[in-house]
């Protein structure tokens, strides 16, 4: 059974403080991405690796940094929290292939920055 | 840029109705994915159906079908036979084909939430 795994799914942090969102896949998947989901925006990208030590800026990455330096491990880290951070993300997981592969999601990390 | 509309923000049916959820999209692209997924209140996102946009048969799955529509850029997605495991919130989704880089990124609309009354 494939597992794409969030370390938490409840966190809540102070302002200003150093957050790290931990997502693993045991499936050998090249990409790796984080979304953010708030209600009425659906899903937006924040950030994007297709492979180790690769990472590529989504739609939103401001506030945001990411760490890729094991395949099945991708970090989002907030360098700095602030409320407007606080937010629902999503983790997922694909193959780097043309073929018409499905994106696989972890449980979603509700952050509260307050 | 490509982009993603569902412009049903809730929906309901009764139980054993059939819905149909909205979905269109905007791309020059020639060929793509689209994608359902339904993200149930536990938060799973799971994959619902998926259409290659070169396939002109419509994708079905069970009691889930889509009416793809490429020429109107219009990808539905039909549930028949309702049921209560079926309330959740329903994500229409675009992905490229040139897979490269963030191109295999999927844009996603807003959502429709789906609510199933006994």
């Known amino acids: ?114 | 840029a490509q982009t993603v509309t569902q412009s049903q923000p809730e929906m309901s049916v009764q139980e054993a109705e059939t819905v149909t959820l909205s979905c269109t999209y905007d791309t020059s692209e020639s060929d793509y994915y689209l994608f359902w997924y339904k993200q149930p209140p536990s938060r799973q996102m799971i994959l619902v159906i998926r259409q290659e946009a070169y396939k002109q048969q419509n994708a079905t799955e069970n009691r889930f079908s889509v009416n793809f529509q490429k020429a109107a850029k219009s990808f539905s997605l039909k549930i028949s036979d309702s049921q209560l495991g079926d309330a959740a919130m329903y994500f229409c989704a675009y992905r490229r084909t040139n897979y490269g880089g963030s191109q295999g990124n999927l844009i996603f609309g807003k959502g429709t939430k789906l609510s199933v009354k006994p």
């Open chain 1, 1 to 114: 059974d494939v597992k794409v795994t969030q370390s938490s799914r409840y966190l809540v942090k102070r302002t200003g403080e150093k957050v790290f969102l931990e997502c693993v896949q045991d499936m050998d998947h090249e990409n790796m991405f984080w979304y953010r989901q708030d209600p009425g925006l659906g899903l937006r990208l924040i950030y994007f690796s297709y492979d180790v030590k690769m990472k590529e800026k989504g739609d939103i990455p401001e506030g945001y940094s990411v760490s890729r330096e094991k395949k099945e491990r991708f970090s989002l880290i907030l360098e700095s929290a602030s409320t407007n951070q606080t937010s629902m993300y999503l983790c997922a997981s694909s193959l780097y292939t043309a073929m018409n592969t499905e994106a696989f999601f972890g449980q979603g990390t509700r952050l509260t920055v307050v």
